[in-house]
């Protein structure tokens, strides 16, 4: 697979779960991968993983949720490869808290890293595909819990992937005349390290195996099967590639046919 020989990718979150995946799925498709996370040693770890399968990959190190950290780990990136071609806005934080439970602290937490990490890492990287000639592809990570998923359980955390929704339909209007398409990916239950811990929780309450704890927390979902990291890294490499050339301001749902919208 070398769709994308030649281009240099920045994957946020790319440390573990969804956003290594990705970051495993646009190397294998040919991409130079600039791996950020806030988590050094887990960002090292991937860009590790990427070389020793015949990859090229560097580890950056930054806090989405501090707009200095963004423009620094951006500028980092351009300073090792003058250029970036694609940006997987991954990185992001998760919230569990009941309506009546939330505070301003909980509220400002997951908006100020959701939201507005999120789109000042775009902004950064979509000034810089401007000033280099255009063309460029920024994909964001949202969630179908921005787009009402019932099951959602965080009203704050909901919110936060709404807004990534929202700035991707105005980014892609207002990037188009520069060849950038702007897109997002709206996955449903996927198997990370929370959802894992859901399953063996619930197959401890319930005295069953986790391969059955799955299949019951499956069951709801149409397919009858929760995402794999890999399901979203699938889309991801679609969206980075010239297959999309004329997909932009989409948010796109993986979630086995849990919601139509």
């Not at 806005?89 to 009546?100: E, T, V």
Request: glycine share 10%; proline share 2%.
């Amino acid at each position: 697979m070398t769709g994308l020989t030649g281009k240099v990718a920045l994957v946020t979150g790319a440390g573990a779960g969804i956003g290594r995946a990705i970051a495993h799925r646009l190397s294998a498709e040919g991409a130079t991968v600039a791996v950020a996370d806030v988590d050094a040693a887990a960002a090292a770890e991937t860009a590790r993983t990427l070389e020793r399968a015949g990859g090229e990959a560097e580890a950056f190190t930054f806090d989405l949720a501090s707009v200095e950290s963004i423009q620094a780990m951006v500028s980092e990136v351009l300073g090792r490869y003058g250029r970036i071609d694609i940006l997987v806005n991954n990185a992001g934080i998760n919230g569990s808290l009941p309506l009546f439970e939330v505070t301003q602290e909980e509220w400002d937490r997951l908006l100020d890293v959701n939201a507005r990490g999120t789109f000042f890492c775009l902004q950064a990287v979509a000034r810089h595909m401007k000033d280099q000639g255009g063309g460029g592809r920024i994909i964001s990570l949202a969630s179908i819990a921005g787009k009402g998923f019932r099951r959602s359980g965080s009203l704050p955390y909901s919110a936060s992937k709404a807004a990534v929704i929202a700035m991707t339909r105005f980014a892609a209007l207002h990037l188009a005349a520069y060849g950038i398409n702007v897109n997002a990916i709206c996955p449903g239950p996927t198997r990370s390290d929370l959802f894992a811990s859901h399953a063996r929780l619930y197959a401890q309450e319930h005295s069953i195996s986790i391969a059955d704890a799955y299949r019951v927390l499956d069951d709801f979902i149409p397919l009858q099967r929760s995402n794999e990291p890999s399901d979203i890294a699938a889309m991801a490499a679609f969206l980075a590639s010239d297959e999309s050339r004329n997909v932009t301001g989409q948010s796109l749902n993986v979630d086995g046919g849990l919601i139509w919208d």
